[in-house]
């Protein structure tokens, strides 16, 4: 089966900067993504990592390795906006590309 | 950039009757489309996937006579839940790719609620 394991919930202070952890075992790999989803939203596409190495995009950053299952997604300087639920997301399925989510970790930003 | 746009936003029926839900491709063509589910406080459970032309691959747990899954053009699938119970008020959100790449774009659900 498929299995995507993330933190449920973080707590950061504004300001500071926090890493976000994901673990994952798949039948098959075609990439990892992050989202960010407030309450009663749709989810929206932070960053994608298919390659080992670090993706920086602004305050994120994304790193993967694959031959350890795992990524983490690292925010800087954070701001009481990115309080919110981070969702890791692997696709995987040949032609298919499923997206699969993890159980999502809840980051609540403190002034 | 692509746009994907889901119809209604918010519906509350009753018991027993169905409901359709629209997912649009709005500037570009999707052969493929998938649905999720989302339970409040708990992530995206995918339900199927919905396929141009052809049927939906469903996931394991889902049943397909209850969630009529239609991809009848390149820019337009359909969910219809049909004979609801009030188990089944949730967050259903699609989403679609642009080609082969990623990433996934995502409509901004709607909220079935089963009176």
């Known amino acids: 089966g498929q299995n995507i394991d993330q933190p449920t919930e973080m707590t950061a202070t504004e300001g500071a900067i926090v890493q976000i952890n994901c673990t994952y075992q798949?039948?098959?790999?075609?990439?990892l993504f992050w989202y960010q989803q407030h309450a009663g939203e749709a989810p929206t596409f932070l960053s994608y990592n298919v390659l080992d190495g670090l993706e920086e995009k602004g305050r994120f950053s994304s790193f993967l390795s694959r031959s350890k299952g795992y990524s983490y997604l690292l925010l800087k300087e954070l701001q009481m906006k990115d309080s919110a639920s981070y969702l890791c997301?692997?696709?995987?399925?040949?032609?298919?590309?499923?997206?699969?989510f993890g159980t999502g970790t809840l980051l609540a930003v403190q002034p | 950039g692509a746009v994907v746009s889901q119809h209604p936003s918010r519906v509350i029926c009753k018991s027993g009757t169905s409901v359709k839900i629209e997912c649009r491709s709005l500037d570009f063509q999707a052969t493929t489309m998938f649905w999720y589910r989302q339970f409040p406080k708990q992530s995206l459970m995918l339900m199927a996937t919905?396929?141009?032309?052809?049927?939906?691959?469903?996931e394991q747990g889902v049943e397909k006579d209850k969630f009529l899954i239609n991809h009848a053009s390149l820019t337009l699938s359909t969910l219809t839940v049909t004979s609801a119970h009030p188990e089944d008020s949730s967050f259903y959100i699609c989403?679609?790719?642009?080609?082969?790449?990623?990433?996934?774009?995502f409509g901004n659900g709607t909220r079935l609620t089963v009176t």
């Open positions: 919905s396929n141009e032309g052809s049927k939906a691959t469903y």
């Open positions: 989403s679609a790719r642009q080609g082969a790449s990623p990433p996934l774009h």
């Open positions: 997301a692997v696709m995987y399925g040949g032609a298919t590309n499923k997206l699969i």
């Open positions: 798949t039948s098959g790999f075609n990439g």
